[in-house]
């Protein structure tokens, strides 16, 4: 069987009894783990991580013999590439829908190389979400760094893929996202009412001193990136230039939503270093914000709900990332949170900017 029909059959049938499954393939299906079903107050909600990566092999095809090829080919044969394991894992932990999105690596595309690339990749990410609608939705994939391109293609996923949302990288090839440049795209953006998920890639500059032991690149180098990126969104105007934007940021939006009270502070206290006048203070833009849960401890969550509210954090995992097995249990611990914040960061906000049905399933 190809490649492409196998996995999309892995998916198909994982956790469930496929017609025409060969024994052994049933044998193992009947070994698998029961799929935890999360309940807030006796009620079965539905949860969904906002956070999990995936990639589609057939781009490799997309961009053979340029540039890109090899880095396409590589991550076409790692984890990243769907297949049922994902399925395993989504129920063993209780996520009942992932939001998939794909981390940038065609931003040095030119713009036949990039319509072509990502033609297919949206392509491909919608048939993995009809493969199993009720498990999977994407965020759109789009080339940024072609700013008109960019917003068609946005506008292209959503009239002929249904998405409701897209996934960019937190630098365009060393451009800010704040630089006007891309404002035909965060134009789009905001018509079209996408959640639109900023997800860094570290911070090349700063590789020299983020190097040796403890992975400084990612711990620190990812979450600053987010934070330069969010922060110049901020400063540079592109939240009053475009008030509808509904933005949500990755690892809980860096640093910065831990220390907005400095941002603040800052064009009170040195006025004559904020020349672009803002409409409001700096943590109001910050407000209208989404971020995910990935701060690891129940007082980083209840200090980010009681900075921006339940109703603008989401449950992120950053599948097939090892970094949590636990983003449920994450939410549900947390003392302060009342049961209907833990339903709407579990899923119901998500389910109310995707569109995705907040009713529970099975
Ligand atoms: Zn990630």
Redesign the pocket.
């Known amino acids: 069987m190809p490649t492409r029909r196998r996995f999309m059959r892995q998916l198909t049938c994982a956790g469930l009894a496929c017609a025409g499954a060969s024994f052994g393939v049933r044998a193992r299906l009947a070994a698998q783990p029961q799929r935890r079903e999360v309940r807030i107050g006796g009620r079965r909600i539905r949860t969904i991580d906002a ?3 995936t990639f589609i092999p057939a781009v490799v095809d997309a961009v053979r013999g340029t540039a890109l090829e090899k880095s396409a080919a590589a991550s076409a044969a790692g984890s990243l590439v769907m297949g049922r394991e994902r399925l395993l894992r989504m129920d063993e932990q209780g996520i009942d829908v992932e939001v998939l ?1 794909i ?1 940038p690596w065609w931003y040095g595309a030119d713009p036949t190389v990039a319509a072509r690339l990502i033609e297919v990749q949206n392509r491909g990410l919608a048939e993995l979400c009809a493969a199993r609608s009720d498990r999977f939705v994407a965020l759109a994939t789009v080339a940024v760094q072609h700013p008109e391109l960019a917003a068609e293609q946005l506008r292209d996923a959503f009239r002929r893929h249904g998405m409701r949302g897209v996934s960019l990288g937190a630098t365009v090839d060393q451009d800010e996202l704040a630089n006007r440049r891309f404002d035909p795209f965060w134009k789009a953006a905001e018509d079209l009412q996408a959640l639109v998920f900023i ?1 860094p890639q570290g911070v090349p500059e700063l590789r020299r001193r983020l190097q040796g032991n403890g992975f400084l690149t990612n711990v620190i180098g ?1 979450p600053l990136e987010t934070t330069i990126a969010l922060s110049h969104l901020i400063f540079e105007g592109t939240f009053d230039r475009f008030p509808g934007l509904r933005v949500c940021g ?2 809980a939006g860096g640093f910065l939503p831990s220390y907005n009270g400095r941002f603040d502070a800052g064009c009170v206290a040195f006025p004559a270093n904020c020349t672009n006048t803002l409409k409001q203070k700096p943590s109001e833009y910050l407000k209208r914000c989404y971020f995910d849960s990935m701060v690891f401890s129940a007082e980083g969550l209840r200090h980010l709900v009681a900075e921006y509210g339940a109703d603008h954090v989401v449950m ?1 995992t ?1 599948y097939p ?1 090892p ?1 949590t097995t636990t983003a449920v249990d994450h939410v549900l611990d947390v003392p302060q949170l009342t049961d209907p914040e833990k339903t709407a960061i579990l899923g119901g906000n998500l389910a109310r900017l995707l569109g995705i049905p907040a009713e529970p399933v099975g």
């Open positions: 956070h999990a990566h999105s981390n997800h990812n990755a690892h992120g950053d990332f970094w």
